[in-house]
Structures are given as C-alpha cells and as structure tokens.
C-alpha cells in the first residue's frame, strides 16, 4: 500500500472517466428546479435570482482577477506542460474578467434585467482535466432556443461574450490541486423581448468541432433545459 501511495500524483487524478461531452450548468437556479418564474411587479419573486447571479459573479470582479490571475493570449490555449518529472506546479490561471459580460455583468444594471422583463442566465461548462474543446483554433460555443411548441414565443437573445464563445485561453484544465484559482469561463444569455405570462421551454447547447452531441446513453450531455415563465401581473 505504502509503495503504491508513493506512485500517485496529488496534483493530478491517476484515472478519470473522462467525459466525452461535458455538463452544462444555468445560474441563477431556485433550488434542485430548472425553472426561473416570477412576477415583473412583485420584486420579492426575482431578487432571490439577482442575488444568486450577484454572488456567484462576485469572485470574477476585475480586481480580484487581475490579483489572482495571468492576462493571458486570446484564441490559443494556454498550455503549461510539465517537464519530465519536474511539475510546473501551481499552475497559472487566466482573467475572466466580470465586464466581459457586458449588459449581464450586473455592473451597469444590478438587477440584471429582471425588473424589464429581459432576464440574463450565466452558463458555464463542467470542469474536465485536460480538455481542449475546439479543434483548428474553432472556440466552442454556446446556442439556446426554444423547444419546438415554443419556438415562437422566446424572442431575440443577446449573447455575452459576443457569438456566446468560450474562449480557448481557459483550456485545458489541470484540476483543482494544480491550478487553483482557475476561474471557469462564463457566457452570459439575455432575453431581450421573451412572450411573457407563457411557459417557454428553454434549451442551450455547447457547439464544438469535437464535442460530440448528446447520445442515447446520455442526451443531456452537452445541454441544459430549463423553463422561463415571466408573469406581467
């Protein structure tokens, strides 16, 4: 046992069941629900999601990233290999930084649309060690619509960074022992004119060259759904 504890990296997992498409995760989310649904009127319905979006944004301020982290080059991975069996460790990490979401950075507008009716969600992709999504210098990015019967009813979106990217400066991840202020990138998703006293079934998807969709063994792969109802009265 002693000998084999001895062989074990602490920095990075021996095995990994590696996915081939990473999760998907939405904020704000009201508990274990995928469901946003509140009252224009009524501000006690919708300041429980601009609180959660103002907490879970506040570690991507500017002065705390600029503290943490490296201003790193766009559009190119930021590989920090090892040199033989010399660990380059910790790791850096690069700036996300909180403007980079612009009209959902919260910033400008603390109650991050809520109060009008435009409504921003903040998504971001789980963590897989060593992933490089995105082949030929291609950023994965990120696409929600409608589901079918309500296709009609979700309006125009505005995506945050532009085009929805994730940008391939924050890939790869070497874990949380190597790199430990890895600040996950974030796209941020506003409804700008979404039909309102309706349900509007709602999924978003990371699009890449060499992600793989979702397959019957797991077709929430890669995805997130979530419904979106904003009464006027």
């Not at 509140?38 to 301020?61: A, G, H, I, R």
């Not at 705390?64 to 201003?71: G, V």
Request: aromatic share 12%; with cysteine; proline share 6%.
């Amino acid at each position: 046992m002693y000998v084999m504890l001895q062989t074990l990296d602490d920095h990075k997992p021996t095995w990994q069941d590696r996915l081939a498409t990473p999760g998907m995760v939405i904020r704000p989310k009201a508990d274990e629900t995928f469901e946003i649904v509140y009252t224009l009127k009524n501000t006690e319905s919708w300041d429980m999601y601009t609180e959660v979006l103002e907490k879970f944004l506040t570690p991507y301020n500017n002065t705390i990233q600029a503290q943490k982290n490296h201003e790193c080059t766009p559009d190119q991975y930021f590989v920090q290999d090892d040199s033989g069996d010399v660990k380059n460790n910790p790791k850096r990490s690069c700036q996300f930084n909180r403007t980079i979401l612009q009209d959902c950075s919260g910033l400008e507008d603390r109650f991050y649309g809520y109060q009008i009716g435009k409504p921003c969600i903040i998504i971001k992709l789980n963590r897989v060690i060593g992933m490089r999504p995105g082949n030929d210098g291609q950023a994965p990015y990120v696409t929600c619509g409608a589901k079918r019967e309500d296709s009609d009813k979700i309006g125009d979106l505005a995506y945050f960074p532009p085009n929805g990217t994730f940008n391939l400066m924050y890939y790869p991840y070497y874990g949380k022992k190597a790199q430990v202020n890895y600040s996950q990138p974030l796209v941020a998703v506003k409804f700008l004119n979404i039909t309102q006293n309706e349900d509007v079934n709602i999924e978003c998807k990371i699009n890449a060259n060499n992600i793989p969709s979702g397959s019957e063994r797991d077709k929430f792969a890669g995805r997130v759904s979530f419904k979106l109802r904003i009464n006027s009265i």
